[in-house]
């Protein structure tokens, strides 16, 4: 199975500690988005990498998090000092490279954040 | 400002009873809308793009139109298995996508 690959998929913290949620999108896939989803809420965009660079940061809290997408191994979002309000499902998608706006996105199956 | 809305929230129909989900969509500039299918403590699984007003995509008793102000997803003779949240999401020229909150369709047999 050459799917997105989201690891681990649950993952607990105590508040003040930092949270590692690994991602290796779809084979052939050079585009990596990252979404946040709470209970009772939609998926909420967060962030757009391709290879070593951010596209679009603009859904991401300016403090405390931060997305890298590094030449060799998986997308890497960070949350440092996590709190109480970070517990929630985190998920990640990859598109081919090209029109990357343009082709569907295919997602991983999350990782579970609990703070405690 | 870039909304979608969905509905109904919830769905419940008898195995056989063809239904249709609702998405309506206020973005500046539509370049795509995406339908997924997402089942418990899964990730979303595309279904279908639609790019512009009057396209129709299907897959067996799934089919998606299209028109400049919403997008329905038609449901023929649905099965137990069927049963999963609907999502909808669109990506307008500001590059994000935003998503609807879902519909959570229940197939009875």
């Known amino acids: 199975n050459a799917g997105v690959m989201q690891n681990p998929r649950h993952l607990v913290r105590r508040r003040g500690q930092e949270a590692r949620l690994r991602c290796s999108p779809m084979?052939?896939?050079?585009?990596v988005y990252w979404y946040r989803q709470l209970p009772e809420e939609g998926l909420k965009f967060m962030v757009y990498?391709?290879?070593?660079?951010?596209?679009?940061e603009s859904g991401m809290p300016k403090e405390r998090f931060s997305a890298e997408f590094p030449k060799e191994g998986p997308s890497i979002l960070r949350i440092q000092q996590v709190v109480r309000g970070d517990s929630a499902a985190y998920f990640c998608?990859?598109?081919?490279?090209?029109?990357?706006?343009?082709?569907?996105?295919?997602f991983g199956d999350g990782t579970r954040l609990s703070i405690l | 400002e870039d909304q979608v809305t969905q509905s109904p929230e919830a769905l419940r129909l008898q195995e056989g009873e063809s239904s249709s989900l609702n998405c309506s969509y206020t973005?500046?500039?539509?370049?795509?809308l995406f339908w997924y299918r997402q089942d418990p403590g899964k990730g979303p699984e595309f279904l279908f793009t639609?790019?512009?007003a009057g396209e129709e995509k299907e897959k067996e008793r799934l089919k998606a139109t299209l028109t400049k102000k919403e997008s329905f997803l038609h449901i023929t003779a649905p099965k137990p298995e069927d049963s999963a949240t609907y999502l909808c999401?669109?990506?307008?020229?500001?590059?994000?996508?935003?998503f609807g909150t879902g519909t959570s369709l229940t197939v009875i047999p």
């Open positions: 999401a669109v990506q307008a020229t500001g590059n994000q996508f935003y």
């Open positions: 639609l790019y512009s």
């Open positions: 084979k052939g896939h050079s585009h």
């Open positions: 973005v500046s500039g539509l370049r795509g």
């Open positions: 998608a990859s598109s081919p490279p090209g029109r990357g706006y343009h082709q569907p996105q295919h």
């Open positions: 990498l391709q290879k070593e660079n951010i596209i679009d």
